[in-house]
């Protein structure tokens, strides 16, 4: 029978309990003779503005400052990065609290985003109050990505070298990753859930000053109507997917001008718009 090291302490039975206190927990199985299995945590993180909380999201508890980021960035809430100043991420045991303050002048955005409910890891849309806030229209237009054959397989092929935890977590996470026209990968991150993933990249791009409109987003995940969103809320033109894409998510990306190259049921890549 597995030992398992990452039981909630003294017996309780909150399954939060600690959940912060390790990146990756080693489980092993006695009648198994290959090792310790490393887990990767899926954690609940409040993101909370101007003292009020918003959201709780579940998420893995890395690059949480590049998240909160993107997460503003790809809502709508913020325009531009000089709107937001995070002031503390912190561990509890039951999760982490990430706090930022906004400009007083992102607060009606903000409220038109409030959720309700918490976002479960793979999860884009949940907990948002009304259909009204919903876009149905691209969010603005975007000058399309020129990614040829060979700088979209060159970015492909590079993609795995910076999925270390999924790796080491038995392949459970997701990776985005934000590669410039060359498809030379300049930053990747991973996530439980692929709409964080994202997040954390636009975030990452943002912070770091890279320019967006200068290259695309890879995805390990399949593309849908959110993911084209966040991508074009952030000004970027190009998106490949390793997975296919759903209807909405192709004409929303036509609507927007996006260059999307998705992996089809055969196992080709096709640009879909």
């Known amino acids: 029978m597995a030992s398992n090291p990452a039981s909630p302490p003294n017996g309780s039975n909150d399954v939060f309990d600690n959940c912060s206190a390790d990146p990756a927990v080693a489980v092993t199985d006695q009648n198994v003779g290959e090792g310790a299995l490393f887990l990767q945590p899926e954690v609940p993180a409040a993101l909370v503005f101007n003292g009020k909380s918003h959201a709780v999201m579940m998420t893995s508890p890395y690059d949480l400052e590049d998240f909160v980021t993107g997460f503003c960035l790809s809502e709508g809430i913020i325009a531009d990065i000089s709107q937001i100043r995070i002031q503390d991420v912190r561990a509890t045991l039951r999760g982490y609290v990430i706090e930022a303050q ?131 809320q952030c000004g970027i033109g190009g998106l490949v997917t390793l997975s296919g894409p759903t209807l909405t998510a192709v004409n929303l990306a036509r609507q927007a001008g996006l260059t999307l190259i998705c992996r089809e049921k055969r196992g080709l890549f096709r640009r879909f718009a």
């Open 102 to 232: 906004l400009d007083e002048d992102c607060i009606d955005a903000l409220n038109d985003r409030q959720r309700t409910l918490e976002g479960r890891s793979g999860c884009g849309l949940c907990g948002v109050q009304s259909l009204d806030a919903i876009p149905a229209e691209a969010p603005r237009q975007v000058a399309p990505g020129n990614m040829p054959q060979k700088v979209v397989l060159a970015a492909i092929d590079d993609l795995p070298n910076y999925q270390s935890r999924n790796r080491a977590g038995g392949g459970l996470l997701h990776a985005s990753a934000f590669a410039d026209a060359s498809g030379k990968i300049l930053l990747a991150r991973e996530d439980i859930g692929r709409h964080n993933a994202l997040d954390k990249v636009l975030g990452a791009v943002a912070r770091q000053s890279i320019d967006p409109a200068g290259g695309f987003v890879l995805m390990t995940s399949r593309c849908s109507y959110e993911i084209v969103t966040k991508t074009v």
